[in-house]
């Protein structure tokens, strides 16, 4: 048995490598730089942590991994220790006394992984300390995860991760692994670029979560449609429902917790004690959802989370895909839930307007956003779709809402072009532009008042769309707005508030001219099909779904006794076993510390440690 399986089998219980994971660990141990590409949910850590434990053996001293989020920090490191692994971290939750502990054992090779953030990395104090580690031959390795933060393409950009170059000017010969979970080629090869990893091998596992169902929803009322969401497929589940704004984000916790469900807010504008707060009640309690903006959920590691809303749409593919790969991280059933409207095309494709980027940076923002409306338009397969984006070639999957219920299409093209030629006829007789509800009244024979006012009843293009509907018409527009054939104008009153209107961009013409035809899915904002009801048994655990009568009442104590174990570590339940290895032992079920050797999960120090204890709630 090669060290690396050994370090597998030990330390984290596991009798195998999957996928790349082993390949990646003996070139790291040989010595070689890596960038991995590995889905949420995937193995990441192992990448760097069985490396780290086989080079320290073998006498090459600390790795030191770059986290970018405490919460993270402290629940790998919590983890580490429950699998007998010395394992520290430097942050600001330390005191000065117990920092200068840190460092006392980083210095005399007492810590075998040391999590630290890029801002600490780069101070002169901690790079002193790596000076001094690197002359004797001290660092084993470093590890950069979430290394997407240090691209300026990628959807978590931090400045301080450009810094992180110092690694292999400063300290050479000591192999990096930098690990991402999205990256599409451009973020690839601005990571390669800006961490100097020319020559690294890159390793790109299949970016595939089979049991993830991707369900995207046109918006009609999204917090109706999420409540309905939910109520049919994931009462009492745990999930992440992310919003656009912290405002948003506040009402909809309320309006989820006056409807019966456990939910919590999450955004940078709440007090630092709060947001710990609720974030430590969700890794630790079940069945909480968490109301969010993008300020949450980056190394979020809970394995039961069962399903991910949107009820605005993201900016990219590559947020979207970080944010759903945070369901179902145990490889069970998980849903991936997204409702989207034109007001989304329209705020998105504004503040990339309006940003002070240069115009080759809003072009490329511009090009990840016309990605992601093409997957909600999408009427083949979703997930073919998402894999293409990260160039992965698949088949249609059988598990997504256009797979299960094949959606009707239609041809817009005539709307498109009635669309176009009433915004071109409207400022044409007006001088002026107007917003999308003014332009869609005209089009399907409103007399508004307003459109009386300007006269807008006499052009020729009234009335011309009366067989449209308002969804199918707010459609077509979304389409013309992703793909460049109108544009937003901004127009500022006198009060100092502001509006955007409607006006045709460069992409209009060949619409006009019938040169591009467009398709799209008929309008529908429906729930997805309701899955079937899940068994008893399903309201504790996916993974007990299967387990008969006794088995699952073993399930039920064990959950119960883990909780207590986690609760006196200060830990997440799931650190201490994961609802899988908990099934498993229910199964058996053990009756002597043998009958535990090989579950996966149950490494070495943990049967040491909690063997005897798991026996006892077995036999009760």
Request: net charge negative; glycine share 10%; with cysteine.
């Amino acid at each position: 048995m090669s060290p690396a399986h050994s370090v597998l089998q030990d330390a984290f219980g596991y009798e195998q490598f999957r996928g790349p994971q082993e390949a990646i660990t003996q070139h790291v141990i040989a010595g070689g730089d890596a960038l991995v590409l590995m889905p949420t949910g995937g193995g990441k850590s192992l990448c760097y942590q069985v490396p780290a434990i086989v080079r320290q053996q073998q006498g090459h001293g600390v790795a030191i991994v770059v986290s970018p989020l405490i919460a993270l920090m402290h629940d790998q490191v919590g983890a580490l220790h429950e699998a007998g692994v010395s394992a520290a971290f430097l942050n600001s939750t330390l005191s000065f006394d117990e920092a200068m502990d840190v460092e006392r054992r980083l210095q005399t090779g007492g810590i075998t992984l040391l999590y630290v953030a890029p801002e600490r990395l780069n101070t002169p104090r901690f790079l002193g300390l790596l000076d001094g580690l690197y002359q004797h031959g001290g660092l084993s390795l470093f590890a950069i995860d979430e290394a997407h933060c240090v691209s300026q393409w990628g959807h978590d950009f931090r400045p301080e991760y450009r810094a992180l170059s110092v690694l292999h000017e400063r300290y050479a010969g000591v192999p990096r692994i930098a690990l991402t979970a999205t990256a599409d080629e451009l973020t690839r090869a601005d990571i390669v670029e800006r961490l100097q990893l020319e020559s690294a091998r890159l390793f790109i596992s299949s970016f595939d979560r089979p049991n993830i169902r991707y369900t995207i929803v046109e918006k009609k009322d999204a917090t109706a449609q999420l409540l309905r969401f939910i109520e049919r497929e994931h009462a009492g589940d745990a999930g992440v429902v992310y919003c656009q704004s912290r405002k948003r984000v506040e009402e909809l916790a309320a309006t989820l917790v006056g409807a019966g469900v456990n939910a919590l807010p999450y955004h940078a504008g709440l007090p630092q004690d709060v947001r710990q707060q609720n974030q430590d009640r969700f890794l630790r309690e079940e069945g909480i959802v968490m109301v969010a903006t993008i300020a949450f959920g980056m190394g979020i590691d809970k394995p039961d989370v069962r399903f991910v809303g949107h009820v605005d749409m993201p900016k990219n593919i590559e947020g979207y895909y970080q944010e759903t790969g945070r369901a179902g991280r145990d490889g069970l059933a998980a849903d991936a839930w997204m409702a989207y409207g034109l007001n989304d095309v329209v705020n998105q494709r504004r503040m990339i307007d309006e940003s002070p980027a240069g115009e080759e940076f809003k072009a490329a923002l511009r090009g990840k956003l016309d990605a992601l409306l093409g997957l909600a338009e999408a009427t083949d397969c979703r997930r073919v779709r998402l894999l293409a984006y990260f160039g992965e070639p698949s088949t249609p999957c059988g598990n997504c809402d256009n797979c299960i219920s094949p959606p009707a299409v239609w041809d817009a093209t005539d709307a498109a072009r009635k669309l176009l030629s009433t915004i071109y006829r409207v400022h044409a007789a007006s001088g002026i532009g107007f917003g999308t509800g003014h332009i869609m009244d005209i089009l399907r024979g409103k007399k508004t008042e307003k459109v009386e006012q300007f006269g807008h009843d006499r052009l020729s293009t009234f009335g011309l769309g009366a067989e449209f509907s308002e969804a199918q018409l707010r459609s077509v527009l979304r389409q013309l707005l992703a793909t460049g054939a109108v544009g937003l104008h901004k127009v500022m009153l006198e009060s100092g508030h502001s509006f955007d209107t409607l006006c045709l961009a460069d992409g209009s013409r060949a619409v006009l001219r019938g040169e591009v035809p467009v398709q799209l899915r008929e309008s529908t904002a429906a729930a997805p099909r309701e899955r079937k009801r899940r068994s008893p048994a399903g309201t504790l655990s996916p993974a007990a779904a299967n387990l008969d009568q006794d088995a699952q009442v073993r399930f039920i104590n064990l959950k119960a006794w883990r909780a207590e174990v986690a609760r006196e570590h200060g830990l997440p339940a799931y650190v201490i076993f994961h609802d899988a290895t908990l099934a498993a032992i229910a199964q058996q079920p053990p009756r002597t510390l043998d009958d535990l050797q090989g579950i996966s999960g149950m490494g070495a120090k943990k049967l040491e440690a909690y063997g005897a204890d798991v026996l006892r709630v077995c036999a009760q």
